[in-house]
T-cell receptor, first 115, second 114 residues
Framework: GAGVSQSPSNKVTEKGKDVELRCDPISGHTALYWYRQSLGQGLEFLIYFQGNSAPDKSGLPSDRFSAERTGGSVSTLTIQRTQQEDSAVYLC?????????????FGPGTRLTVL | EDKVVQSPLSLVVHEGDTVTLNCSYEVTNFRSLLWYKQEKKAPTFLFMLTSSGIEKKSGRLSSILDKKELFSILNITATQTGDSAIYLCAVDHDRGSTLGRLYFGRGTQLTVWP
């Protein structure tokens, strides 16, 4: 199908290592979002890209987290020097644009486990 | 502080029961409230509500918003085992630019027993 895809689906890493999570949004969607969901918690907003505008990074929990979106399509979320509290499911979503950002389509997520 | 509060956090019912899930919020420049269903990992969109008192309906699911009292309810009638999921409520608000974020509640874990 032509939904949002994420890779890898699962990632186990050792504390202190860097990880990269990838998101391929739905073709034509200009808005892209990253969320984090810890066990038993709701979705925690991380970062939002809209077209060529500067991203809204207000949800990134520390400077170890960064994200980029190349060519207005694929996005990569990078976590440097991972900590055990970074363990969570990382969800990516996309929408047609800022006006339709409520109707977000989510990917299957990446489950990150930091040992 | 929590901007979106959902209740109950968990609910167990039997097939055929009717359930009501609650979502209250507190944001400035409210724009819309959204409901999602999360069965495994990926939440799927259910409803977006922008106006008070207008019910949105899809099959056995319906939802309504009260902008004066700052809450919304999601009703599911004649529940089925396939309704078992986490139901997430989110609120969108206007930050004065095209950028913005959704605030999600912690969700209600609904379990429907056969």
């Amino acid at each position: 199908g032509a939904g949002v895809s994420q890779s890898p689906s699962n990632k186990v890493t050792e504390k202190g290592k860097d990880v990269e999570l990838r998101c391929d949004p739905i073709s034509g969607h200009t808005a892209l979002y990253w969320y984090r969901q810890s066990l038993g918690q709701g979705l925690e907003f991380l970062i939002y890209f809209q077209g060529n505008s500067a991203p809204d990074k207000s949800g990134l929990p520390s400077d170890r987290f960064s994200a980029e979106r190349t060519g207005g399509s694929v996005s990569t979320l990078t976590i440097q020097r991972t900590q055990q509290e970074d363990s969570a499911v990382y969800l990516c979503a996309s929408s047609l644009g800022a006006r339709t950002k409520g109707e977000q389509f989510f990917g299957p997520g990446t489950r990150l486990t930091v040992l | 502080e929590d901007k979106v509060v959902q209740s109950p956090l968990s609910l167990v019912v039997h097939e055929g029961d009717t359930v009501t899930l609650n979502c209250s919020y507190e944001v400035t420049n409210f724009r819309s409230l959204l409901w999602y269903k999360q069965e495994k990992k990926a939440p799927t969109f259910l409803f977006m509500l922008t106006s008070s008192g207008i019910e949105k309906k899809s099959g056995r699911l319906s939802s309504i918003l009260d902008k004066k009292e700052l809450f919304s309810i999601l009703n599911i009638t004649a529940t089925q085992t396939g309704d078992s999921a986490i139901y997430l409520c989110a609120v969108d608000h206007d930050r004065g630019s095209t950028l913005g974020r959704l605030y999600f509640g912690r969700g209600t874990q609904l379990t429907v027993w056969p």
